[in-house]
Nanobody, 122 residues
Framework: QVQLAESGGGLAQAGGSLRLSCAASGTFSTNGMGWYRQAPGKQREPVAT???????NYADSVKGRFTISRDNAKNTVYLQMNSLKPEDTAVYFCCAGRLLGAVRPFIPVDYWGQGTQVTVSS
């Protein structure tokens, strides 16, 4: 069992930066980790994943602006978000899965966090 707790959301201006963190309990180092987001009235969509070996995948909409990383010693995964746009406004969910990102870039997800709000003003 893995429990996930996100932090670092908040309000930013367009062009600004935020860093999200996700602290995991349980078996962290062997799991793929990732981030999804859900904007009001829209479906949840993948943002980025990182496998246990460090292979990363990004949605086209965030490539070149967002960076996912992980610190296995701290059981934490990060999402550095730069050059933020108003369309990045969403609730961001941390996720984990034993095979997440290993074969398909954004699935399968076994565990979800509760989410953290990111709001980008224009």
């Amino acid at each position: 069992q893995v429990q996930l707790a996100e932090s670092g959301g908040g309000l930013a201006q367009a062009g600004g930066s935020l860093r999200l963190s996700c602290a995991a309990s349980g078996t962290f180092s062997t799991n793929g980790m990732g981030w999804y987001r859900q904007a009001p009235g829209k479906q949840r969509e993948p943002v980025a994943t990182i496998t246990s070996r460090g292979t990363t995948n990004y949605a086209d909409s965030v490539k070149g602006r967002f960076t996912i990383s992980r610190d296995n010693a701290k059981n934490t995964v990060y999402l550095q978000m730069n050059s933020l746009k108003p369309e990045d406004t969403a609730v961001y969910f941390c996720c984990a899965g034993r095979l997440l990102g290993a074969v398909r870039p954004f699935i399968p997800v076994d565990y979800w966090g509760q989410g953290t709000q990111v709001t980008v003003s224009s």
